[in-house]
């Protein structure tokens, strides 16, 4: 049986027919679901180009296919492409087997209109559209209505799903509850072998300048790399010294550098880009001695757990997934500079603090290995290929029998 997938990423295609993932997932992480079913066909844009890149990771392969939605960007675009974008959806619908939703998106909220009443499936919630599209977290001129449709959208897909997986333990079940009927699970996706796990806690001595490390898409302003650009401001105006790593890329980098000149930070702000290794990651954590991630909306953070696999103690704002990771005393409100800087400072104030944390979180981080969440995601998969499998038998011979008394019926004639 093959499963479907949709996804908001999007995708390019080069002309071998190869697709390719600029920046998301890649291969690797689509291969989990061969687990379970025979093939993987994701649904997502997909853009042709004339070469891929070389930072990109081949996104397709054995088992693994991409069905294309027409390609947009922005909601201009895919008014543009509407009716294109329903067309493929509805000759999608009628050859396809088990369907998992990965998030929110207008393409899930067509595929809600079009498939046939009573078919199940599958749900993955791993963010929340109230507090991504919440004032300060985007900046787009449809911006409230998108809050209240998209929130809508998955509060419907979540109460008409047979299967849902909650990145959450309990904060975004709260918001977007399941059919008391539907097999429940939690699950991050985040990908944490045993490698990626250190095994003690390193000792932090004295520190001469804090070196901090954030990483986020800068392709929307929802993880609070502004805010966080103005509490190492006020850190080093109250005469800490401070450096910042930011990893991630996206459209918003470019005001950001600009606040960064305006602040006189250049010299102790890096902007990275990209990190395209595991290795490169964990180097970088290693080296770090606090990780901040100011976010204004957010699922359960898959860059936070994994600098706490690596002992880096971490800093957040009480959004979202956050507090299920943290204590109380590590967290800071949304938006707060003032807040963000008095936190930082007060946990660098000592080496015992942060080792304190270091050993919290590493354990925070023990709950997200592999060999973990992976069970939980093939109870998911697997109650949905078995309702998927229940419904399309009894879809044929409800069919049958129709035909039968058409035939019946004919024959009478």
Known sequence: MRVFVTTEQRFARTSDLCVWAPAGPAYP????????????????????????QREWNRAD???????RIPYYVGAAAYLKNYLPVRAAIRDLTRNMDALVMRGVSVVNRSLLSSLMKGRPFGVEVIGDPHDVFAPGSVQHPLRPFLRWWLARTLKEQCKTACAL??????????????????????????????????KHVRQFGPIHSLKIVTVGSLEQMYKGIDVLIDAIAICRSWGKSVELAIVGEGRYQDQLKDQVNQRQLSHVVNFMGQLHTKADMWELF???????????AEGLPRAMI?????????????????????????LVPRG????????????ASGPGRLHKMAEHHLRIAHQYA?????????KFLTHLREVTQDWKHSLRISRSELRHEETSLESVL
């Open 61 to 67: 392969g054995s088992g693994v296919s991409f069905f």
């Open 336 to 347: 707060d500079a003032v807040a963000l800087a008095h936190k930082i400072v007060e946990v």
């Open 165 to 198: 997986a909650y990145v959450t333990s309990s904060t975004l079940q709260k918001r977007y509850p399941s059919d008391h009927d539907a097999f429940v699970t939690s699950y991050s996706s985040i990908e944490l072998p045993d490698l990626a796990l250190v």
């Open 306 to 330: 994994e600098a706490m696999a690596r002992a880096l103690p971490c800093i957040g704002t009480d959004v979202g997934g956050i507090p299920e990771l943290l204590s109380a005393e590590d």
């Open 29 to 52: 992480f689509w291969m989990r679901y061969l687990d379970v079913f025979e093939e993987v066909v994701v649904i997502a844009r997909v853009a042709d180009v004339p070469y891929a």
């Open 286 to 296: 290693d080296n770090a001695h606090l990780f901040v991630l100011p976010s204004k």
């Open 370 to 378: 592999d060999a973990v969440l992976a069970p939980r995601r093939r």
